[in-house]
C-alpha cells in the first residue's frame, strides 16, 4: 500500500519568507509525527497529532514554528520568517496509534538563502 | 530517560552477518526496543522491535539480553544495500510514543 508521502521533496526559499511542508500519512494511521534532521545528525523531534488535536509540541523550537491537522489525516508544517538555521530535512512519520510503529516519509530538505 | 548508545562506526564484510551492539542500561519494563535505519537521503526505515523476547523477521534479527539492558540488531548476510545508519531507539510509550534518536552506528558493508 501506499506509504507516507511528503510534498515538496525540496523548497529553497529566502530568509524571511514563509513556507508550508506538506504530510501526507498511511491511511488510517490516527498518530502523526514531525521530526527535523540537520546534517550528520539524527532526526529530532518536533510535534506530535493524535487524531486532530496536538498532543504534545515540546519539540517545536520556537513560535515560529507552527502546525495543523485540521482533519486528521493532512498534516501541514508552517513555518514563518525562515532563517538560515532552520535549513535541515523535515521528515514526517505515522503510526497506527500512538504506541504502534512509526513509519516514515521521504522527507522535504529545506534551504534558507 | 532510557538512553542508547551505540559505536559510531562499523565494518562489514559482503555475505557476512553485521551484529549491531546498542546499550540501554536504564531502560524501563514497559519500553521497547526499536531499531531503524536510513540510507542516505531517504526517510528513517523501520527494521525490528521487541520487549523482552527475541525477534525475528525477513529483514533481521533482535537478540535482547535477559535483564534488557543492551541488544544486538543481527543482519545476517549483509549486502551492499545494508549500508547505512542504525538507530537503536528506547520507544517512551508515556510520551506519545515519540522517538529519540541518538547518533546511530555507521555500518559500511565492503564488498
Known amino acids: 500500500g501506499a506509504g507516507v508521502s511528503q510534498t515538496p521533496s525540496n523548497k529553497v526559499t529566502e530568509k524571511g519568507k514563509y513556507v508550508e511542508l506538506r504530510c501526507d500519512p498511511i491511511s488510517g494511521h490516527t498518530a502523526l509525527y514531525w521530526y527535523r534532521q540537520s546534517l550528520g545528525q539524527g532526526p529530532e523531534f518536533l510535534i506530535y497529532f493524535q487524531g486532530t488535536g496536538a498532543a504534545d509540541d515540546s519539540g517545536l523550537p520556537n513560535d515560529r514554528f507552527f502546525a495543523v491537522r485540521p482533519e486528521g489525516s493532512v498534516s501541514t508544517l508552517k513555518i514563518q520568517r525562515t532563517e538560515r538555521g532552520d535549513s535541515a530535512v523535515y521528515l514526517c512519520a505515522s503510526s497506527l496509534t500512538v504506541k504502534e510503529t512509526q513509519y516514515f516519509g521521504p522527507g522535504t530538505r529545506l534551504l534558507v538563502l | 530517560d532510557a538512553k542508547t548508545t551505540q559505536p559510531p562506526s562499523m565494518d562489514c564484510a559482503e555475505g557476512r552477518a553485521a551484529n549491531l551492539p546498542c546499550n540501554h542500561s536504564?531502560?524501563?519494563?514497559?519500553?521497547?526496543v526499536y531499531w531503524y535505519r536510513q540510507i542516505h537521503s531517504q526517510g528513517p526505515q523501520y527494521i525490528i522491535h521487541g520487549l523482552k523476547n527475541n525477534e525475528t523477521n525477513e529483514m533481521a534479527s533482535l537478540i535482547i539480553t535477559e535483564d534488557r539492558k543492551s541488544s544486538t540488531l543481527i543482519l545476517p548476510h549483509a549486502t551492499l544495500r545494508d549500508t547505512a545508519v542504525y538507530y537503536c531507539i528506547v520507544m517512551r510509550y508515556n510520551q506519545g510514543g515519540k522517538l529519540i534518536f541518538g547518533q546511530g552506528t555507521e555500518l559500511s558493508v565492503k564488498p
Open positions: 536504564t531502560i524501563s519494563g514497559n519500553e521497547y
